[in-house]
């Protein structure tokens, strides 16, 4: 379990690096890409020629005996859920920084841009079961400790259920929402509640990896141990054929993950522990951006 000192320590750095990324490349971009669910009444105001006639209130009209039509504004409050996969794979990390910081950072970006909207934002963590859910709320205080927790949830050694996760998001949040789902899909069987989610969701897919799952080094005979199941087993690195079906490997899921969200039309982006976040993230906003214009 991680000591306080250094979570706090971890979330100090999180907050300072995001809150900067945020005044210095993220302002404005949230707001254009992630839009209200819907519109309400704002006001009725006198009839102008040129008015669609389909909004006057007919009413209004008859008590005050000329024209008025009804506005509406988009319903800008948004519930923003992070999704959160903390199972054991999360705690890998060969690098600066493991899965499980990545997607503290990820989660922590994103979540100070809905607050500066004015959304509330909640959080899911899951491993094999739902261990713990936080109800949507307002401020900052409530980033920060979406922050601790995925910060100190890092060191769980369960497996991945995304589908169960899924199902209990669908369970209790009945109103549509944005989902960003944050774990490495070492999973497999939640294509079903994949595609349910994203009927009834804005979903966002956000696969974390670590440049050694997609590439094993040249260093000779290795114990490998499965920090979910925890069996070990043995690979020879020093092999051109175990290094070459290891990448393949990673391709091959990597593809079939791409190809999954283009099918079922979801958002995604790809992060990994060895680049910085903030070009993926604009990335992700500037195709949304693009898309949301072509309706």
Same mark, same amino acid.
């Given at each position: 379990?991680?000591?306080?000192?250094?979570?706090?320590?971890?979330?100090?750095?999180?907050?300072?690096?995001?809150?900067?990324?945020?005044?210095?490349?993220?302002?404005?971009?949230?707001?254009?890409?992630?839009?209200?669910?819907?519109?309400?009444?704002? #006001?009725?105001?006198?009839?102008?020629?040129?008015?669609?006639?389909?909004?006057?209130?007919?009413?209004?009209?008859?008590?005050?005996?000329?024209?008025?039509?009804?506005?509406?504004?988009?319903?800008?409050?948004?519930?923003?859920?992070?999704?959160?996969?903390?199972?054991?794979?999360?705690?890998?990390?060969?690098?600066?920084?493991?899965?499980?910081?990545?997607?503290?950072?990820?989660?922590?970006?994103?979540?100070?841009?809905?607050?500066?909207?004015?959304?509330?934002?909640?959080?899911?963590?899951?491993?094999?079961?739902?261990?713990?859910?936080?109800?949507?709320?307002?401020?900052?205080?409530?980033?920060?400790?979406?922050?601790?927790?995925?910060?100190?949830?890092?060191?769980?050694?369960?497996?991945?259920?995304?589908?169960?996760?899924?199902?209990?998001?669908?369970?209790?949040?009945?109103?549509?929402?944005?989902?960003?789902?944050?774990?490495?899909?070492?999973?497999?069987?939640?294509?079903?509640?994949?595609?349910?989610?994203?009927?009834?969701?804005?979903?966002?897919?956000?696969?974390?990896?670590?440049?050694?799952?997609? #590439?094993?080094?040249?260093?000779?005979?290795?114990?490998?141990?499965?920090?979910?199941?925890?069996?070990?087993?043995?690979?020879?690195?020093?092999?051109?054929?175990?290094?070459?079906?290891?990448?393949?490997?990673?391709?091959?899921?990597?593809?079939?993950?791409?190809?999954?969200?283009?099918?079922?039309?979801?958002?995604?982006?790809?992060?990994?522990?060895?680049?910085?976040?903030?070009?993926?993230?604009?990335?992700?906003?500037?195709?949304?951006?693009?898309?949301?214009?072509?309706?």
């Amino acid at each position: 379990m991680i000591d306080t000192a250094t979570l706090m320590k971890q979330v100090g750095r999180i907050r300072i690096l995001t809150s900067r990324l945020v005044d210095e490349r993220m302002s404005g971009e949230y707001h254009s890409v992630f839009r209200g669910q819907g519109i309400e009444f704002d #006001e009725v105001r006198e009839y102008i020629p040129g008015d669609d006639i389909r909004t006057i209130d007919w009413n209004v009209t008859a008590r005050m005996g000329h024209p008025f039509i009804k506005r509406y504004a988009e319903e800008r409050e948004l519930t923003v859920l992070f999704l959160v996969d903390i199972s054991g794979s999360q705690c890998f990390g060969s690098g600066a920084r493991s899965k499980a910081e990545l997607a503290a950072e990820l989660a922590c970006l994103l979540a100070l841009s809905a607050i500066r909207n004015q959304d509330k934002v909640g959080l899911i963590l899951f491993s094999d079961r739902i261990d713990l859910c936080l109800p949507p709320r307002k401020g900052r205080t409530s980033v920060m400790r979406i922050v601790r927790e995925v910060l100190a949830a890092g060191s769980t050694r369960r497996g991945t259920d995304i589908a169960g996760a899924l199902r209990f998001l669908n369970r209790i949040q009945k109103k549509k929402s944005v989902i960003f789902l944050i774990s490495d899909f070492q999973d497999d069987r939640y294509m079903k509640e994949l595609r349910i989610t994203a009927r009834k969701h804005d979903l966002v897919c956000c696969p974390v990896s670590d440049p050694r799952e997609q #590439e094993l080094p040249n260093v000779g005979l290795v114990e490998i141990q499965d920090p979910e199941t925890g069996a070990l087993f043995l690979a020879d690195t020093a092999a051109d054929e175990c290094r070459a079906a290891f990448r393949a490997q990673a391709e091959a899921s990597q593809a079939a993950l791409k190809s999954a969200f283009l099918k079922y039309g979801i958002d995604s982006v790809f992060l990994s522990t060895e680049r910085p976040i903030a070009d993926d993230i604009m990335r992700l906003f500037r195709l949304r951006e693009i898309r949301i214009g072509r309706r």
